[in-house]
């Protein structure tokens, strides 16, 4: 790339243009680092975890590390750690939604016991090195309900099935609809997350995962399904932004697709036009270049930065 179609490029995030300046003989924006006039959150993409994190920051206070991608707080509410990040990871069960909260806590968790652990719900990540087991959902509640089925577990208290899983998430749900705060012996809730008349979740978030997605999954994909552009499923765009058709359809010669939902494309295109949606598709072929890939999918992020 030559150099001056490097200066001529946007700012990064985090920064904007405040007017011009000369570099190297040439008239280039003067990038800054963005004032706080959206909140210390304005570069974050996706707006459910920036909201989530400010919900933190009222118990909290301010997160003991933060970044254009994440808050962490550390030794807060019974957890050893909680992180925040600005992503969406895509979750079928027990409904469709975003993922984007972890809470960690030392559990040391016997080996044989792993992959079972691991089949009840991905959201169970545990590291045999640290003797630490986190939890990732889109609620401290979700997240304290994980960890506690692994305590039980670990304990031999419960049986390492989906389906005792689900159930304890399922329940906890129940207890929230039917205007019962969810309560365990070592979690204290300081935040008071589980309490069902939390003007937090009166604002339509979700207190099983945060975002739920209302619609099935087997909707995104698909002629004739929903979530893309002109109808039918999400859709498929090249290195160039373009859109070239629907998720499932690629041709033969193409690269690794891109696939978008409307409202995402649309949000990507109007940070940056094609040029934005194809820094995604580039990043997409970079970290996930294997077309014929097997097993299960591998969430890239939309974001990307400029080196």
Known sequence: MLISEILTEKCWKGYEKKGMKTMFGKRVPNCVKREDVGGKYSAWDHEEPAE???????TFGAPDEMTDEQTVWHNKDGFKRIVCRDEYILHGSPVPHYDFIYCYVDIEVPEDLSDEL????????????????????????????????????????????????????LGMKDMFERGM????DWWADESNDADPENPFYAEGHSIVCGHVINEDLKAWFGKGKKGGAGGGGWDRYNSKGERIGKCGDSKKGEGKPKC???????????????????KAVNKKRREDPNKNRRGKAKNVSNTTRKS
């Open 260 to 278: 978008l939902s409307k409202s995402r494309a649309a949000s990507l295109r109007a940070k940056g036009g094609k040029k934005a949606i194809a």
């Open 181 to 184: 705060k969810y309560s365990l």
């Open 52 to 58: 989530y994190s400010k919900h933190l920051e009222k």
């Open 118 to 169: 691991a089949n009840c719900s991905g959201s169970i990540l545990i590291d045999h090195l640290k003797n630490e087991v986190g939890a990732r959902c889109g609620s401290l509640t979700a997240n304290a309900t994980t960890l506690n089925f692994v305590l039980d577990v670990v304990a031999g208290r419960a049986e390492p099935t989906k389906e005792e899983y689900e159930k304890r998430i």
